[in-house]
């Protein structure tokens, strides 16, 4: 599958730059450093979700219009055949190398003011076996599709096989993957107040 990946530094940075806002303002504004935003702006660093959502924030966006052009009213429909067409954004998983950890496929990217964020995420497989936790404001809901899939959150850790779910507040420190680096699919809903 040829899924085309977004470049979603160079719409963070076309945002930015159409507020009149500097790189300072933003890094004050989410708590990053200035060194993360220009590599995330520069489509050198892959992101984890909690970074994006600290940057969406700042600029007083959805995280979504990082991953759409649309502006749609009404309804969103994904056909089956679609899900994993068109724009993905991938994420790292906090390593060192920023290796790609998930490719998240937007669901609703034609809808317009929405607070919930659908994907189907693809979990790739990894050798690595520490991962940086993160934590953003919202909340989150997985539905494992394929494979297996562990979420650390806070101290715990949940095994979830196909068919199971789990709903938490992303405050708490987490982190998604899959089994022994085994790769998995699930539906991903975020939920992030404005």
């Known amino acids: 599958m040829d899924i085309q990946h977004s470049k979603v530094g160079s719409k963070i940075k076309a945002i930015r730059e159409s507020k009149n806002l500097q790189v300072e303002e933003i890094a004050e504004r989410s708590g990053l450093t200035q060194e993360q935003i220009t590599s995330i702006e520069n489509d050198e660093n892959l992101p984890s979700l909690g970074p994006l959502i600290k940057i969406s924030r700042a600029l007083g966006v959805r995280l979504g219009t990082f991953m759409d052009d649309n502006d749609a009213l009404g309804p969103a429909v994904m056909r089956a055949k679609d899900h994993c ?33 659908p994907f189907i995420v693809d979990i790739n497989p990894t050798d690595e076996r520490t991962f940086q936790l993160s934590a953003h404001e919202g909340e989150e809901f997985i539905y494992v599709l394929e494979g297996e899939v562990e979420i650390e959150y806070g101290k715990e850790r949940y095994v979830l096989g196909r068919g199971d779910s789990i709903f938490y507040d992303s405050i708490v420190n987490h982190h998604v993957h899959g089994v022994n680096g085994q790769p998995a699919r699930i539906l991903a809903v975020v939920y992030i107040p404005l």
């Open 85 to 117: 067409q068109g724009t993905s954004i991938s994420f790292s998983n906090g390593s060192v190398a920023a290796r790609r950890h998930m490719d998240y496929h937007p669901l609703a990217s034609q809808m317009a003011d929405r607070h919930m964020e």
